[in-house]
């Protein structure tokens, strides 16, 4: 195992010396694709570092960034690291309260924020937050007119900075010289489904550490790759993606315009990777099944006829075995015909790797990117590892999350809890050694997710410690894989399982309202919102058929025997969702609880 004794910020000045004028980064201002090379990547940092020491900016000080993915996110992320500070990424899509929380709790001194709508948030909690001396804006739109003493630009503190590198050419060199990798790199405040979240402290070491033998060994990243950022940057995913392994491997970032515009700029960009948690590829599934729906019948024609060749190709390539000749004939013709229209059509024309991680996703969504020719692995990792615990190095296994990474030590407890212990552990969670000594009450860290190894190594999860299901039979049931089995419905958005110490399962039923919507359109059934469109007679039989067909594949136990359709949407700001889009379990079963009981009394 290679031991890197490092830190992020040293890796920066080495990617700039190394590339220079290479493209680092691309933005979308204006319609065009604009390039950041690794020298200005570099000075822009510089900048904002000795512009924060210019607002008085020390050693150890917390600075949280709240706004949406840009360059400026990253610049600020490592220039407070440069300076040997703490960075706090906050979700944009979080609400005043929540960002004034995770700026009390991990007591920021400055905060980063995107534009007038984030500046807000903070401006509106100001009183409760005695520490903080300035909120610094990205984009001062909207905000001109404010007479806040609080509010400085983002330019005007990287003119500070400039300023500071004229005069002590030297400073910044020396700043970064004095990183160590065992100082806290940033905290990463968890999404939570229960309670307010917990800030969990990433040293460079644990970083570096799970990049080159964690995630590396799985990916095989090399500098020619290509990526889009538009995961929330404070998430550990798109931290190590798009800040941290850039750093290590030397390849371009190019931020998406917005989450609206993901597949768009899929097409523009053509990533030779892509990542995404599984409602991204549940979508991107689903808007394949509705054009194939709605094209002519011989293409429909065609996507069936060759369908089943992709899926049996990719099960030899799997299980890493030659493809016959025969079978790599017909899928030449399928890639012609079929296949390589699709993936122009998703962007994943150029794309080598498909990684799904953040939740478990169902295998048949899977099965369906693996037909079309993209390598689609499925891996496992959490926040208080750095990001990577599992992945496929070769074989790949369906369900499984492949092999345990090499920057960890991996057991099953008795229960079948997974447990972790290396390099890449965190730190702790900030302001909370209760919390830490329950994750690492014995040197190794308790996941909370259950697992199961087979003979070869590979790692199966059957689901969260807290959530199993035990019915009044005994029968231990894991509710994500019916949930994805649901979902695997292009009807279907959202699914919550009932059953614990019942008699049967049920299920709590989002609909997808766009999809769903389509269909009443087509065959003239009237609606004007979702709740009119969930109440509809038609609907419920649509999404009967679908439970249905979902139960085809279940065990006799785990059928889902009633369902009930929601009369709204899952929302995050009515606290049902994580910012990640996790369901908040607990949450939805107390604010239905009406609703599930009639499931079992039949009211």
């Not at 024609?301 to 099960?315: D, F, K, L, N, T």
């Not at 030899?316 to 122009?344: C, H, Q």
């Not at 014995?442 to 999860?461: A, P």
């Not at 299920?507 to 004007?528: E, M």
Request: charged fraction near 25%; proline fraction near 4%.
């Amino acid at each position: 195992m290679e031991r890197v004794e490092t830190t992020l910020p040293k890796l920066l000045l080495e990617k700039a010396r190394l590339y220079g004028g290479r493209v680092a980064m691309r933005e979308k201002y204006k319609g065009i694709w604009q390039e950041i090379s690794w020298n200005t990547y570099r000075d822009k940092v510089e900048a904002f570092s000795l512009g924060l020491v210019a607002l008085g900016m020390t050693k150890g000080d917390q600075v949280s960034i709240l706004g949406e993915n840009c360059p400026e996110w990253i610049f600020a992320d490592l220039a407070i690291q440069s300076v040997g500070g703490v960075s706090v990424g906050i979700y944009p899509t979080n609400s005043a309260d929540q960002v004034r929380y995770i700026l009390d709790h991990s007591e920021s001194r400055f905060v980063v924020v995107k534009d007038q709508e984030q500046a807000d948030k903070v401006l509106a909690a100001k009183e409760s937050l005695s520490r903080l001396a300035k909120i610094i804006v990205i984009d001062m739109k909207g905000l001109r007119h404010y007479e806040e003493p609080l509010i400085v630009s983002y330019r005007e503190v990287e003119a500070a900075g400039r300023e500071e590198a004229r005069q002590d050419p030297e400073r910044f060199p020396r700043l970064v010289a004095a990183t160590r990798p065992e100082d806290v790199a940033f905290i990463v405040y968890t999404s939570g489904t229960t309670g307010h979240p917990k800030g969990a402290m990433i040293s460079h070491q644990n970083i570096v550490h799970q990049i080159v033998n964690g995630l590396q060994p799985f990916l095989r990243f090399t500098h020619r790759d290509t990526l889009l950022s538009y995961l929330p940057l404070c998430h550990i995913l798109e931290r190590n993606l798009s800040m941290a392994m850039p750093l290590v491997f030397g390849y371009t970032v190019n931020f998406a315009e917005s989450i609206d515009t993901v597949q768009q700029n899929i097409q523009e960009i053509g990533p030779t990777f892509f990542a995404a948690v599984p409602r991204i590829l549940e979508k991107l599934h689903s808007s394949v099944q509705i054009r194939m729906g709605d094209s002519t019948r011989f293409k429909r024609w065609m996507y069936r006829a060759w369908q089943p060749v992709g899926r049996r190709v990719s099960q030899f390539e799997m299980s890493g075995k030659p493809v016959p000749w025969g079978w790599r004939l017909l899928y030449a013709l399928g890639y012609l015909f079929s296949y390589r229209a699709i993936r122009d059509k998703i962007g994943m024309l150029n794309c080598r790797c498909l990684m799904s991680g953040g939740a478990p996703i169902a295998p048949e969504i899977l099965s369906f990117f693996r037909s079309l020719g993209v390598r689609t692995i499925e891996m496992y990792g959490i926040t208080e590892t750095a990001g990577t615990v599992s992945g496929p190095r070769g074989t790949i296994k369906h369900g499984s999350v492949g092999e345990p990474c090499r920057a960890l030590e991996l057991k099953l407890a008795e229960d079948g809890e997974i447990l972790l212990r290396g390099d890449s552990i965190f730190v702790g969670y900030y302001r909370d050694p209760a919390a830490t000594h329950d994750v690492l009450p014995d040197g190794w860290f308790h996941t909370g997710d259950v697992g199961e190894l087979d003979t070869d190594g590979h790692l199966y999860i059957v689901d969260r410690k807290k959530d199993i299901i035990i019915t009044s039979g005994g029968k231990n049931i894991s509710p994500s894989e019916i949930e994805n089995k649901l979902k695997c419905s292009i009807y279907i958005k959202e699914a919550i399982v009932i059953g614990d110490r019942r008699n049967f399962i049920t299920a709590l039923i989002q609909i997808d309202y766009d999809n769903v919507g389509n269909w009443a359109q087509k065959n003239k059934i009237p609606f004007t919102t979702y709740r009119s469109l969930a109440e509809n007679p038609a609907v419920y039989d649509l999404i009967k058929e679908e439970v249905h067909a979902a139960n085809e594949g279940l065990a006799q136990v785990e059928t889902v025997k009633k369902f009930k359709i929601l009369e709204k949407e899952l929302d995050q700001d009515d606290e049902e969702l994580t910012a990640t889009q996790k369901v908040k379990r607990k949450i939805i079963e107390e604010r239905f609880q009406k609703e599930i009981e009639a499931m079992y009394t039949g009211r």
